[in-house]
């Protein structure tokens, strides 16, 4: 994939080589994951998203673009933006998991999952789903656990499996500190005391 149309977010160059590190600042290109952006500060996020948006013009359906606006998104707390950014990603690249991920994380629009709509929540279940068949990894696990015991367990609600199943699997597969406190902090809600 080529981005012609992107220029670097922090320093205006122009991207000349297929590198995420612009030449000029040595700052990343394309933000592809939350621990990058946390990395960002909250004061940069806005001239990214600048610079990804200018750049969605000409290639409104590029996936690489539409992750990297979406996860600022996430970040400036315009859930509902990110969303259609994530369900643009999952349209043109169905084989990548961090799509489904992040589209779930949107759905929540910022809310804990006991606030939102059930419909909302099993959507979310829905794309974690999704993503989980497609890379079976901890941390995707960990958010499946996180909708389950947040909606059903806590209303008092039937789900096979439970929250229980996936919190084991999240554990027994691997999750990093650092990844769980970022999807918390993509969620803005508190980690339930009980995990
Ligand atoms: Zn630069």
Redesign the pocket.
Known sequence: MEVHVLT??????PISQRTNL??????E?MISSFSSLSKLGRANINKYTNAYSNALKDEPNDASLNTSVGICYIGLGMYEKALICFEKVIEKDPENSFGYFAAAISMLNGKSAFLNEKKKVDKAIGYVNAALIISEIGIYHFLMAYLKYDYYKRKYLKIDPDHRYHLNLAYSYGILNGDVNDLFTMLNVKIPDEF
Not at 8 to 13: E, G, H, L, R, S
Not at 22 to 27: P, Q, V
């Open positions: 670097c977010p922090f320093c205006t160059a612009c030449e000029y600042c040595g700052h290109y």
